[in-house]
């Protein structure tokens, strides 16, 4: 596609349990960037990839939180023992390289509810 | 540890009102600023500003930066219902190395309501 997917859109899950998030960069897109919004706040940053490899998780709030990304193409992001708190929507976004003038291309979120 | 903040937080107006949208920062090495729209979940690139004094123009969008007084301005004139959304600014940051990369730091997000 033309642009960045994510999948699903939207997911409910109860407390425990672990998720999968996926995002499909555009293609050619080295960079790539998990970013979490809660409700009523600006976006966090998460992790951040050039290929393959996190030069930066920092954003990562527990050790719950992983990312991996495969073929400098799609990447996932797994919560494992969902709480409450990790209610938010997850962003994805990409650019052709890591430099700031790189605009960064953003797709449609997944919703992750946490009962 | 960079920092944006934004302001208003939110913003009720009438359609044809004229809004200005204020973003103030603190980063260690300021390469440059950048607003997004965010109507339902993608924010959507608006500007990126690098230089001070320099407006960026688009339609009824309009930006500026000042970098000694750090902060930037969005303004929208003659507003629409299709203007209403949450516009955010951010600002790309920095490894301890002094490289930029594109992680960004994003305030909070001013939400506008435009009505008829």
């Known amino acids: 596609g033309a642009g960045v997917s994510q999948s699903p859109s939207n997911k409910v899950t109860e407390k425990g349990k672990d998720v999968e998030l996926r995002c499909d960069p555009i293609?050619?897109?080295?960079?790539l960037y998990w970013y979490r919004q809660s409700l009523g706040q600006g976006l966090e940053f998460l992790i951040y990839f050039q290929g393959n490899s996190a030069p930066d998780k920092s954003g990562l709030p527990s050790d719950r939180f992983s990312a991996e990304r495969t073929g400098g193409s799609v990447s996932t992001l797994t919560i494992q023992r969902t709480q409450q708190e990790d209610s938010a929507v997850y962003l994805c976004?990409?650019?052709?390289?890591?430099?700031?003038?790189?605009?960064?291309?953003f797709g449609p979120g997944t919703r992750l509810t946490v009962l | 540890e960079d920092k944006v903040v934004q302001s208003p937080l939110s913003l009720v107006v009438h359609e044809g009102d004229t809004v200005t949208l204020n973003c103030s920062y603190e980063v260690t090495n300021f390469r440059s600023l950048l607003w997004y729209k965010q109507e339902k979940k993608a924010p959507t690139f608006l500007f990126m500003l690098?230089?001070?004094?320099i407006e960026k123009k688009s339609g009824r969008l309009s930006s500026i930066l000042d970098k000694k007084e750090l902060f930037s301005i969005l303004n929208i004139t003659a507003t629409q219902t299709g203007d209403s959304a949450i516009y955010l600014c951010a600002v790309p940051g920095a490894n301890a190395g002094g490289t930029s990369y594109g992680k960004l730091t994003f305030g909070q997000g001013t939400i506008l309501t435009v009505h008829p």
């Open positions: 976004a990409s650019s052709f390289g890591p430099r700031p003038e790189r605009e960064q291309f």
């Open positions: 293609s050619g897109h080295t960079a």
């Open positions: 690098t230089s001070s004094g």
